[in-house]
């Protein structure tokens, strides 16, 4: 999935239970699911507004910067 903040999908998806496998940030991540053998990837990039990924994206985007320290 395409994020423009890879540190905070990070957090995010850490949070959710997915177990980090690779971190190469700045430029991609992929963890492992919780349940079974499921991975996921995030790629850092803009949101490409469209798809129901993109609006997935688009969403974690808008919570972390609300959750943000000012």
């Known amino acids: ?3 423009p903040d890879l540190d905070a999908g990070w957090d995010f998806y850490s949070t959710l ?4 496998i690779v971190d190469s940030r700045p430029r991609y991540v992929r ?6 053998d499921s991975t996921f990837s995030l790629h850092q990039g803009d949101i490409a507004w469209g ?3 993109d609006i997935s994206s688009a969403r974690i985007y808008q ?3 609300l959750l943000r320290p000012v």
Do not use: A, E, H, Q
């Open 1 to 3: 999935m395409m994020i």
């Open 51 to 53: 798809g129901s990924t």
């Open 17 to 20: 239970g997915l177990k980090p």
């Open 31 to 36: 963890f492992t699911c919780p349940d079974g």
């Open 63 to 65: 919570v972390n910067r």
